[in-house]
T-cell receptor
């Protein structure tokens, strides 16, 4: 069965304290892996697509990496505005989401 | 990124009535649209997948007669919650993909449905 597992479920960091969020997956026929950011009461906002192991993408304080079994979203020197739920999703014929990591950055 | 517009953003309806939610892709052709339901602090639960001009494919446990999905054009899909009950209250989100250009899916803003 295709599965996407994100950890930790929730993470509280001080402003400037770097960390990483994990997304592990077991999916047949993986075509890509997505990271999204979701703010409360809003739809997910697209961040990155990764297609193959070894690929990396960066956007401001975020960097996403991909291996054959997992992806990491690295957050460098986060700010309070980075507080959100970060969702990982994999795609074969469907888009399968993990449960997300709720990130809270304390000022 | 591509823009997906979902309307309404909030709706309150009486138990037993039907509610229609629209999802439009504004600047691309959405060959595939997805409808999700999300409970507080939970992830997105896929309800159904629809390809333009075809019947929607529903996930196990989702009542197709209750959640009617229409994807009649490349830019519009609708979800109608029929005979709504309080347990149908939730956050509904659509997303859209264009297989020919993008592989990632772009999301609408979501609809908060409250059934009283």
């Amino acid at each position: 069965e295709d599965q996407v597992t994100q950890s930790p479920e929730a993470l509280r960091l001080q402003e400037g304290e770097s960390s990483s969020l994990n997304c592990s997956y077991t999916v047949s026929g993986l075509r890509g892996l997505f990271w999204y950011r979701q703010d409360p009461g809003k739809g997910p906002e697209f961040l990155f697509t990764l297609y193959s192991a070894g690929e990396e993408k960066e956007k401001e304080r975020l960097k996403a990496t991909l291996t054959k079994k997992e992806s990491f979203l690295h957050i460098t020197a986060p700010k309070p505005e980075d507080s959100a739920t970060y969702l990982c999703a994999v795609i074969n014929d469907k888009i399968i989401f993990g449960k997300g990591t709720r990130l809270h950055i304390l000022p | 990124g591509a823009v997906v517009s979902q309307h309404p953003s909030r709706v309150i309806c009486k138990s037993g009535t039907s509610v229609k939610i629209e999802c439009r892709s504004l600047d691309f052709q959405a060959t595939t649209m997805f409808w999700y339901r999300q409970f507080p602090k939970q992830s997105l639960m896929l309800m159904a997948t629809s390809n333009e001009g075809s019947k929607a494919t529903y996930e196990q446990g989702v009542e197709k007669d209750k959640f009617l999905i229409n994807h009649a054009s490349l830019t519009l899909s609708t979800l109608t919650v029929t005979s709504a009950h309080p347990e149908d209250s939730s956050f509904y989100i659509c997303s859209a993909r264009d297989r020919g250009v993008y592989t990632e899916a772009f999301f609408g803003q979501g609809t908060r449905l409250t059934v009283v």
